[in-house]
C-alpha cells in the first residue's frame, strides 16, 4: 500500500465511510490478499481503523491487551471467545474486553470499524489494526 499523507489527529476529523471503503477494496494490496485496514485517527492511546475483508478470509486469533470495539459497518464476521462461537454483523457493535478472539474470519465481505485504546503509546493494539 502506497503511503497516504491525511491528517490522523485534531479537533475534528469526518470521514465519508462508503468513499473509505471503496479506496480500500480498490487498493492492489486489498486485491492480492483480500484485507487491508487504514488508521483513521490516532490521539494519544486511541485507534480507529477501518478494516474491510472479502468474505473467507481469516483474520486470525487477535489478542487485546486493553478494551476495544468492533463495529460492523457492512457484512458478517464469525469469532470464538473460550469455548463459545460469536457472530456480529452490520448494525451491532461489540466491546471486547482485554483477552482473546480466535478464528477470526469475514463469513461475507466485510468492513467494520475498530476503535482501540492501547495499553501503552507505540505499543501494537493488534491482529486486526495490523491489517
Request: charged content about 25%.
Amino acid at each position: 500500500m502506497s503511503t497516504i499523507r491525511r491528517q490522523l489527529a485534531g479537533p475534528m476529523l469526518s470521514f465519508d465511510l462508503a468513499r473509505e471503503i471503496e479506496n480500500l477494496r480498490a487498493d492492489s494490496a486489498y486485491e492480492r490478499t483480500g484485507r487491508l485496514g487504514r488508521t483513521l485517527a490516532k490521539s494519544g492511546r486511541l485507534r480507529l481503523v477501518l478494516v474491510v475483508l472479502e468474505a473467507g478470509v481469516e483474520v486470525g486469533t487477535h489478542h487485546a491487551d486493553s478494551p476495544l470495539t468492533l463495529q460492523p459497518l457492512e457484512g458478517l464476521l464469525r469469532f470464538r471467545v473460550g469455548d463459545e462461537d460469536h457472530e456480529i454483523r452490520a448494525g451491532q457493535v461489540l466491546y471486547f474486553g482485554a483477552g482473546d478472539a480466535q478464528q477470526i474470519h469475514a463469513v461475507e465481505r466485510t468492513a467494520l470499524l475498530l476503535t482501540l485504546s492501547m495499553v501503552e503509546e507505540g505499543r501494537s493494539p493488534g491482529a486486526l489494526a495490523e491489517l
